[in-house]
């Protein structure tokens, strides 16, 4: 399988792309394949580096950092959930400030920086606890200063990760000319191959890495983990000379915030009858910076209307007014579009709850079960994932091989599933998941009272860990859909000056998923504190009873989902019964 040739229709300098020294891009020598492959790498690089650390990091707190299953769930979940947030953070510094190279460069040094603190932290033993002595119920707990170092390497990663993922795949797509139609067409391709790469990476990781933590130990593997991420910022460093480097577009938070400054600063104004009468971007003159294509005005979420009351009497032929007192009818329409998507975005967050749990909770499951293949190989318990993330490099050319064919004739949709439907898939299966965790903790403990293992927390339960296969194919079958659906949904809704916050959306959804977790985690050792759900010793907890609670929210959660999806209108859809066309020319992401 080989990347597509580059083959350049012309040499012309570009007019919308610079070269690393501010010269217009020569489409012949920048750009391209060539370029997109060392982003593909420096992504590949990422995800082995982020998941290695993460998949497996419940273990190292468990086991080594004597934290109880539950405060070492949180620390995890908090850990992912921060990483995810600040994308919001790095895309907003590309946007406004950095640009996306500058973004993805410094925030990998920062990323291998703490990849190197918590690589030091695991190889000096004053910066851990002593182990357990044999025989003692009892270990002694990480000191201040041990789990001070520790946090700090933790949240370095993430503020590392989150600045290089709000701008890498952005980076990958600037490489790529859109008013041309081949390149156009390389671009959706490249979105396919950074799947692919992102999908090799976690392989790796859950696999090879996962095995060396455990067999050689973390100094080694965390080791490996920051000598990746050093290979993939010398990666992306030597492609400098051939990047394609697009202008500063300004943040669409900017024109958010703008709006609800407009409307609240006129809030006492009255809103005329007509909509012609506000503030049009027909009003502006027709070379101005601001100037859009002009959308209809739709008569919900009427307070923000009153960002586009023009203040006094004015000519047409504007070239600058402040955005903070007025705003365009257009400007107010994109914010109503990012409204609108606002009950499915906060319905897809508790999937992301359910998927936290194949990081933290299914493997201190599997830490108590038989991993042996043969005699003398066990799997360690984090690779596990694996399943899922197989099971999602199997689902996605079965569903475009399979599913959109068939979907396709009985819904008469050439694309098979709509976004919306896929997601609601998506948030089925994981109903599915957490009832199959369930019953398989279920399982598991009924074995652990009938071999009296249930007062010995280090007792291996004579089950074997492949009962867990099905929690985590439901959990990758599950993602493969609320993935893919999320990213067409909020990339295809959101207005086209704001496709830097569809991404944002997205994103916020897995952050805000594991924050929940975390969240959730500690309301319920509050509640059950006498009879603990999450025990420390998992064979005396109630652990299915939490995978319940989870599915009963997700079930609820999916019935409010599907209120709002049926009330939820296309925004083409829309358009076309407004009788107005909306051109879009950038390609969805599947991402």
């Not at 060539?34 to 190292?60: D, H, K, P, Q």
């Not at 600037?174 to 490249?190: L, Y």
């Not at 705003?327 to 897809?348: C, F, G, N, Y």
């Amino acid at each position: 399988m080989a990347l597509p040739v580059t083959q350049s229709e012309t040499t012309k300098p570009m007019s919308d792309a610079w070269d690393y020294k501010g010269r217009p891009a020569d489409a012949s020598k920048s750009g391209g394949w060539v370029s997109a492959a060392m982003i593909l790498g420096v992504e590949a690089c990422e995800r082995l580096t982020t998941l290695g650390i993460a998949v497996n990091l419940v273990t190292y707190l468990t086991g080594v950092m004597h934290m109880s299953n539950s405060i070492s769930a949180n620390t995890v979940t908090n850990f992912m959930g921060t990483s995810f947030m600040l994308c919001l953070l790095g895309g907003f510094l590309a946007d406004s400030f950095l640009g996306r190279y500058l973004t993805v460069t410094i925030f990998t040094a920062v990323q291998a920086i703490g990849v190197m603190i918590l690589t030091i932290s695991t190889a000096i033993p004053s910066l851990r606890p002593p182990k357990c002595q044999t025989g003692s119920s009892t270990c002694i707990p990480a000191t201040d200063i041990q789990l001070g170092v520790l946090n700090l390497a933790l949240y370095t990663i993430a503020l590392g990760t989150g600045g290089l993922k709000s701008s890498v795949s952005g980076l990958g797509s600037d490489q790529f000319d859109e008013s041309n139609k081949e390149e156009r067409s390389r671009m959706a391709k490249f979105f396919s191959w950074f799947f692919f790469f992102i999908s090799i990476g976690s392989l790796c990781a859950v696999t090879i890495l996962v095995y060396i933590q455990d067999s050689l130990g973390r100094p080694w593997g965390y080791g490996v983990c920051a000598g990746a991420i050093f290979v993939g910022l010398l990666i992306l460093l030597s492609g400098t000379r051939r990047y394609r480097f697009k202008k500063l577009a300004g943040s669409p938070l900017t024109q958010f915030s703008a709006v609800f400054v407009a409307a609240w600063r006129k809030r006492t104004m009255m809103l005329p009858s007509d909509s012609s009468e506000l503030f049009s971007v027909d009003d502006l003159a027709p070379d101005s910076e601001n100037k859009k294509p002009k959308l209809p005005h739709t008569k919900e979420y009427r307070f923000l209307d009153r960002a586009a009351i023009k203040v006094t009497d004015m000519d047409t032929g504007i070239t600058e007014i402040s955005k903070w007192d007025m705003s365009t009818l257009t400007d107010v329409e994109e914010v109503k579009m990012v409204l609108r998507m606002v009950p499915i975005w906060a319905t897809t967050i508790i999937f992301w709850t359910v998927y936290a749990q194949m990081t933290t909770f299914s493997v201190s499951q599997a830490i108590t079960m038989d991993r042996h293949v043969g005699k003398t190989f066990q799997i360690p318990p984090a690779s596990l994932t694996a399943f899922f993330v197989g099971t999602i490099l199997l689902i996605v050319p079965v569903y475009d091989r399979f599913v959109i064919p068939i979907a396709g004739k009985l819904l008469k949709n050439p694309h098979g599933l709509t976004p919306l439907q896929r997601i609601a898939v998506g948030l089925v299966l994981s109903i599915f998941s957490m009832i199959a965790a369930a019953l398989i903790e279920i399982k598991r403990l009924h074995v652990a009272q009938e071999n009296g293992l249930v007062n010995d927390p280090n007792a291996q339960v004579p089950l074997t860990v492949f009962w867990m296969i099905p929690q985590f194919v439901f959990v990758g079958m599950a993602e493969a859909f609320t993935y893919i659906g999320q990213l067409d949904f909020f990339l295809k809704e959101c207005p086209k000056g704001m496709k830097t916050m569809s991404t944002g959306l997205f994103l916020s959804t897995i952050s805000l998923g594991f924050f929940a977790s975390s969240v959730l985690v500690a309301i319920v050792n509050k509640l059950t504190i006498k009879s603990p759900w999450l025990a420390n010793n998992l064979n005396q907890g109630r652990l299915y009873n939490f995978y319940w609670l989870l599915a009963i929210l997700s079930a609820l959660n999916f019935m409010v989902y599907l209120v709002f999806a049926r009330g939820y209108i296309y925004k083409e859809k829309r358009f076309a019964e407004e009788g107005y066309e909306y051109d879009e020319e950038e390609p969805t992401s599947h991402v």
